[in-house]
C-alpha cells in the first residue's frame, strides 16, 4: 500500500500538469494507483490543493 502511494504521489509530480479528477481515475486504473479519493482521505486534502503541494515539494 506505501509503495503505491509514493507512485500515485510521483506519477502526480512527473505529469505536465495538475489532471481533473477523471483525469487522475483514469491514469491511475492505466497504472494500478491510488484513485483520487483515496489520496484525499489518506492525506485529508482536497484533491487539486494535493497536487499543488506535491508538486511544489519537488
Same mark, same amino acid.
Given at each position: 500500500m506505501k509503495e503505491m502511494y509514493q507512485k +500515485?504521489?510521483?506519477?502526480? *509530480?512527473? $505529469?505536465?500538469?495538475?489532471?481533473?479528477?477523471?483525469?487522475?481515475? +483514469?491514469?491511475?486504473?492505466? *497504472?494500478? $494507483?491510488?484513485?483520487?479519493?483515496t489520496l484525499q482521505y489518506i492525506e485529508n486534502k482536497k484533491f487539486n490543493r494535493l497536487c499543488r503541494k506535491v508538486r511544489k515539494a519537488s
Open positions: +500515485s504521489l510521483q506519477m502526480i *509530480k512527473d $505529469l505536465q500538469r495538475i489532471p481533473t479528477e477523471e483525469e487522475w481515475n +483514469s491514469i491511475a486504473k492505466e *497504472k494500478c $494507483l491510488m484513485s483520487y479519493i
